[in-house]
């Protein structure tokens, strides 16, 4: 949460708006509207179809066709922004500016100066600025920072994901602002190590001026390395990432009907050899797998919810303005480097 000081709380269920009722807009609308702690008071939409839409699904709220209606509604708590990427700057800082708190939809800006801007206002104003990385929330993620957090992993030797499908393609960004900020985000929230330097080569196919497939190799102070594939144009659908570490090992397949998390108890390591000193060799350890029931309430269901006691100045953020920032500055290099033909590019700190 970036404000100088915890909102106050604010008293009854938290007043939101969300603007934009496109692709994701309504999925956001339905969970704030369904939870007793939030009220779904107006949905904001230019297209007289998309608000037709919001009003058969909400009949009770309020349809404004312009956000300059909802800036000006003093009834209005929170504001939640699902609109594309290149607007989130302008109507964040109006929201911010006329004392909303804002949820954004990932990734939180286009640039990372715009982040910092954003982040600057929602301090100026005292409230919370925070960003829809709706995976962070999963019972899979939250158990694998469980296990990370507590030891079991041991030192994070690599993070390796990989996030393809056939479509949806983007006419206006690039697969790497699409589909990467979901694995960015999961591997900052995870490993709180920087990334110093990142780089990414990718390919148009179908638009010319919009690569749709992309390698990205991301680098950190020692020998940990991450590696995100992301690919508009495949046909089977994966959701995979793998961990590795010097303990154990992780992987969560978000495409398994149950078991989505493994833990493994997998290793390598290096013993001395008896008939030459001189020579290592590598001894591989396999042991139990580990599947962990997870929490099986809906990933953005427990997002909505912590936003509104963020909102209502009573709960810690798991998703901020800060962490949105830090993976913008990922992507704005990723960005640079396949610009560049994949040299590394240093991340903005």
């Known amino acids: 949460m970036l404000t100088t000081e915890s909102p106050a709380p604010l008293p009854g269920p938290l007043r939101v708006a969300v603007v934009g009722y496109g692709y994701w807009g309504p999925n956001l609308a339905r969970n704030f509207a369904s939870n007793p702690q939030s009220t779904l008071t107006t949905v904001c939409d230019a297209s007289p179809a998309r608000l037709a839409a919001a009003h058969a699904t909400h009949p009770w709220a309020r349809l404004a066709p312009s956000a300059a209606e909802v800036w000006a509604d003093a009834n209005i708590d929170a504001v939640v922004?699902?609109?594309?990427?290149?607007?989130?700057?302008?109507?964040?800082?109006?929201?911010?500016?006329?004392?909303?708190?804002?949820?954004?939809?990932?990734?939180?800006?286009?640039?990372?100066?715009?982040?910092?801007?954003?982040?600057?206002?929602?301090r100026r104003c005292g409230r919370a600025l925070l960003v829809d990385h709706t995976f962070l929330f999963t019972g899979a993620v939250r158990r694998m920072k469980d296990y990370i957090d507590a030891g079991e992993v041991g030192d994070i030797y690599y993070f390796d994901s990989t996030r393809i499908n056939l479509g949806l393609f983007q006419s206006h960004t690039n697969v790497i602002w699409d589909l990467a900020p979901h694995d960015i985000a999961i591997l900052l929230h995870l490993i709180k190590a920087p990334v110093r330097r990142v780089s990414a080569v990718g390919a148009s196919h179908v638009n010319t001026t919009v690569e749709n497939i992309a390698y990205l190799t991301l680098q950190f102070d020692g020998p940990m390395l991450a590696h995100c594939h992301v690919n508009w144009l495949a046909p089977v659908k994966i959701r995979k990432t793998i961990i590795g570490g010097s303990r154990k090992m992780l992987v969560f397949d978000d495409m398994e009907p149950s078991e989505k998390l493994k833990l493994y108890d997998s290793g390598a390591y290096l013993t001395a050899s008896d008939e030459d000193v001189y020579r290592s060799l590598v001894e591989y350890r396999t042991g139990d797998v580990l599947v962990p029931r997870l929490d099986k309430t809906e990933a953005l269901a427990a997002e909505c919810t912590n936003a509104i006691t963020v909102f209502q100045g009573t709960g810690t953020p798991i998703s901020d303005g800060a962490l949105g920032l830090r993976v913008v500055s990922v992507l704005e290099a990723a960005e640079q480097s396949l610009r560049a033909g994949g040299v590394p590019m240093d991340v903005a700190q």
């Not at 909303?100 to 640039?111: I, M, N, R």
């Not at 990372?112 to 954003?118: F, H, I, P, R, W």
């Open 81 to 122: 922004i699902a609109t594309p990427p290149e607007t989130h700057r302008d109507l964040a800082i109006a929201a911010l500016e006329s004392g909303k708190h804002v949820l954004v939809e990932k990734p939180l800006a286009t640039s990372v100066a715009d982040a910092e801007q954003m982040l600057a206002v929602a």
